[in-house]
């Protein structure tokens, strides 16, 4: 820190984001929940298409990814926001719907970036503790006083709640925001997109770096009703309206218009997840009921952390948190069949 | 404005950036400052090369990316910072050095994005006015109790402070932060670059969007002591450590290692640049003395919004802006020969 650094920022601790190995990467990466699976052909055409045309600006209103988002969910473009991966708008989230008299309200297991967040933009934050089996209580939400945050699937637990649960949340909180992050929804769980047309106190952020392969391209979105979407344009507007470069707004529309390859590839994952389930059951290991691309995994008989550094030095990288209640497990991410067999096998020596 | 959204940000007027007309693009496109040239083969080449890759997530740290920028301005990669383009790194900038007691402090005729980053990161600022000509006095900056920001070249008139004033001004404000935006200094002014290594309280930033042509890509940087980085880097790392994608971090390597490509680019913009300016003076124009890819201009018998209008109404978009003292002016990208023989053909019909 230089003695420049404004002092409002002295308890600001940033993210850690998993590793990402330097070099040849020797390693078997299952710790930052990409997918194994290359993005598909047609978000590589238009991808390479776009880049010869990269000395004028990106569209700023990503008109025609806002479009073709709208078609894929059944919603209005005005009802869909772009951003820079989905943490650009879970922080403009942060920024618009919180303040001083507005605390951002979420799990003590959940996301690590919302604590970031509300710490970066200044607001209070309430932490409300999952149940003892990492499960969620609706009705520790009611009435919140505040912008409730949750992740759904949840990371790292992988647990998903009912939409029918969500929707008391939702209900219930009629002066506050609720935001869902559904980041990992598409490995099994349901969306709450439907229900942005029904209530006003909604937002819907996704992500197209899992079940789309396109961490490294940087996109995320948002659906809401067209206020709150033009509230969030605000804060972005007042940031980075270029937020979304030219080659990924082209390779998002190409992904989806090929639907069909993501929910293959989604379907894949899942498969492989329920066997690496039943492979991780025989070693011993318990977990949660995941509805994510990562199996959130602990042994009786081995500490998470030794697990993790043991994995580690066999090559395989899986993500451990230090959490007090969650330090007995690891955040495994589902790769592919050849990569879950490697990591059973190694696995197989350290139990 | 949704009935949710913070009060803290009544008075917020986001940014609004030169228009990008949308479907097929008949226009002549000289208000936004691109480049006329595509982005060099090697840049083009790398970025095509990482799209197949993008299922995992970019290097956060930007390694590869900043060893190449430091080999090429002569300093450490720990000087280096990477951003979603230089309005990342800017933001952050107000972000990481001014609050409540350290105002922003900038000319009342310069980049307008820096009113707005003042007032979205809510912290006061100073508005210094140029002198009548449009140039800067380096002592109204001199103990400036606030942290100075000043674009070199300064948009939208083009011109520039030499280094010796400026190191002046830094000299003079051994407790401010300086920070010199030098989106244009690839066309004709000096950069400040070297003097990061005298002085601990300078923020240079620079963009790849125009005499490197990846506007579309957007890819900004700044060099400054270690310790302003780590600053910059925290605000950074708690906002969105990827903001970088990892196809636009392999155009930037690619661009670098093709010098020569954006060396002679810039070379023919300074030469079209000086053919336009003597037919501007021709047809009546008078104009500042710019060191940038674009000329800002006023016609004595002609107020700028008409001639704005009547070049939109004959298909050639130039930039208006409606504030008090530049109102009478123009400001024209400096495109391809071509391009700026249409416009001059235009000009002689409407003068």
């Known amino acids: 820190?230089?003695?420049?650094?404004?002092a409002k920022?002295?308890?600001?601790?940033?993210y850690v984001p998993g590793e990402q190995p330097k070099g040849k990467n020797v390693f078997i990466k299952l710790n930052t929940n990409e997918s194994p699976f290359p993005p598909s052909p047609k978000a590589q055409k238009y991808a390479a298409e776009a880049i010869e045309k990269t000395m004028l600006y990106s569209d700023p209103e990503c008109f025609r990814l806002r479009a073709a988002l709208a078609d894929r969910y059944g919603v209005d473009a005005d009802n869909v926001i772009c951003g820079n991966g989905s943490d650009d708008i879970l922080n403009f989230a942060f920024s618009a719907f919180c303040d001083e008299k507005t605390p951002a309200v979420f799990a003590d297991?959940?996301?690590?970036?919302?604590?970031?967040?509300?710490?970066?933009?200044?607001?209070?934050y309430r932490i409300i503790p999952l149940k003892d089996d990492f499960t969620i209580d609706p009705a520790d939400y009611f009435n919140a006083e505040g912008?409730?945050?949750?992740?759904?699937?949840n990371a790292p637990t992988g647990i998903a709640l009912p939409v029918g649960e969500i929707e008391e949340i939702i209900k219930n909180n009629p002066e506050n925001i609720v935001v869902?992050?559904?980041a990992y929804v598409d490995f099994g769980a349901v969306s709450c997109v439907p229900l942005t047309k029904k209530y006003d106190n909604l937002v819907v952020t996704e992500t197209f770096s899992k079940s789309r392969s396109l961490a490294g391209a940087r996109l995320g979105f948002a659906v809401a009703n067209k206020e709150l979407i033009t509230d969030l344009n605000t804060v972005r507007n007042s940031t980075n309206p270029y937020n979304v470069n030219s080659i990924t707004q082209a390779a998002g529309i190409g992904s989806l218009e090929d639907r069909e390859y993501t929910?293959?590839?989604c379907r894949k994952i899942m498969q492989t997840r329920k066997q690496t389930e039943i492979e991780l059951k025989k070693l011993g290991f318990v977990f949660t009921d995941s509805s994510a691309n990562f199996i959130f995994a602990?042994?009786?008989?081995?500490?998470?952390?030794?697990i993790y550094k043991a994995l580690r030095e066999k090559g395989v990288l899986i993500r451990h948190f230090d959490a007090d209640r969650i330090k007995d497990y690891n955040r495994i991410t589902v790769g592919s069949d050849e990569q879950m067999e490697k990591l059973i096998q190694k696995l197989r020596c350290i139990i």
């Open 1 to 6: 820190m230089s003695r420049f650094f404004s």
């Open 9 to 14: 920022f002295d308890r600001l601790i940033p």
């Open 109 to 124: 297991i959940t996301y690590g970036f919302y604590r970031v967040f509300a710490e970066y933009n200044r607001v209070p």
């Open 147 to 153: 912008t409730v945050f949750i992740a759904n699937p």
């Open 180 to 182: 869902i992050d559904e």
């Open 263 to 265: 929910d293959e590839n």
């Open 298 to 306: 602990a042994h009786p008989d081995h500490p998470g952390g030794e």
